[in-house]
T-cell receptor, first 116, second 116 residues
Framework: AQSVAQPEDQVNVAEGNPLTVKCTYSVSGNPYLFWYVQYPNRGLQFLLKYITGDNLVKGSYGFEAEFNKSQTSFHLKKPSALVSDSALYFCAVRDPLTGGGNKLTFGTGTQLKVEL | DTAVSQTPKYLVTQMGNDKSIKCEQNLGHDTMYWYKQDSKKFLKIMFSYNNKELIINETVPNRFSPKSPDKAHLNLHINSLELGDSAVYFC???????????????FGPGTRLTVL
């Protein structure tokens, strides 16, 4: 079974400061990991994904995420937060060894609030 | 040139009614999905279709029936609506259905269903 946990319901950060949104996962084999962002009353927008290779993945809007196999984590980071980054962030995992299609399992989401 | 579109955006209806939500993607993808996001923002997959073939069918009441007239469309029909069906329903698509696929799922804007 595949699962993902986002331990923080909300993260508050001042504009210009670095931000981190945490994600840990559980899969049988090597995971495929994704980050999505949801702005109010909008759909989910893809930010970045880790499949294989370099543990540091760069994505849209200046976001990056670091895959850490020993800690089973895939934390989302940005060096300098913007007020416009305020949104709901979802981590998702897929176990490629799982049969039955391209099934993503999402975390419970972390609300990021960036304040002036 | 919206990639994944859904109609309607909002749907308010009475208990016991039957309603449909339509989804279309113009990305040329082979696989489409329906997700449900509850009031706590938790996202869970409901169905997945690949080239009109049902691939994923999670534990969903049989009042929910997906219909795929062609690979660019996946509609969701709900019979005998209940209060607990109130949620935001997201359609998504990806290139392939394979569990080993590295493809990203792209989401529509969502349909907010309110059952009174």
């Amino acid at each position: 079974a595949q699962s993902v946990a986002q331990p923080e319901d909300q993260v508050n950060v001042a504009e210009g400061n670095p931000l981190t949104v945490k994600c840990t996962y559980s899969v049988s084999g090597n995971p495929y990991l994704f980050w999505y962002v949801q702005y109010p009353n909008r759909g989910l927008q893809f930010l970045l994904k880790y499949i294989t290779g370099d543990n540091l993945v760069k994505g849209s809007y200046g976001f990056e995420a670091e895959f850490n196999k020993s800690q089973t984590s895939f934390h989302l980071k940005k060096p300098s937060a913007l007020v416009s980054d305020s949104a709901l962030y979802f981590c998702a995992v897929r176990d490629p060894l799982t049969g039955g299609g391209n099934k993503l399992t999402f975390g419970t989401g972390t609300q990021l609030k960036v304040e002036l | 040139d919206t990639a994944v579109s859904q109609t309607p955006k909002y749907l308010v209806t009475q208990m016991g009614n039957d309603k449909s939500i339509k989804c279309e993607q113009n990305l040329g993808h082979d696989t489409m999905y329906w997700y449900k996001q509850d009031s706590k923002k938790f996202l869970k997959i409901m169905f997945s279709y690949n080239n009109k073939e049902l691939i994923i069918n999670e534990t969903v009441p049989n009042r929910f029936s997906p219909k795929s007239p062609d690979k660019a469309h996946l509609n969701l029909h709900i019979n005998s609506l209940e209060l607990g069906d109130s949620a935001v329903y997201f359609c998504a698509s990806s290139q392939t259905r394979s569990g080993a696929s590295t493809d990203t799922q792209y989401f529509g804007p969502g349909t907010r269903l309110t059952v009174l």
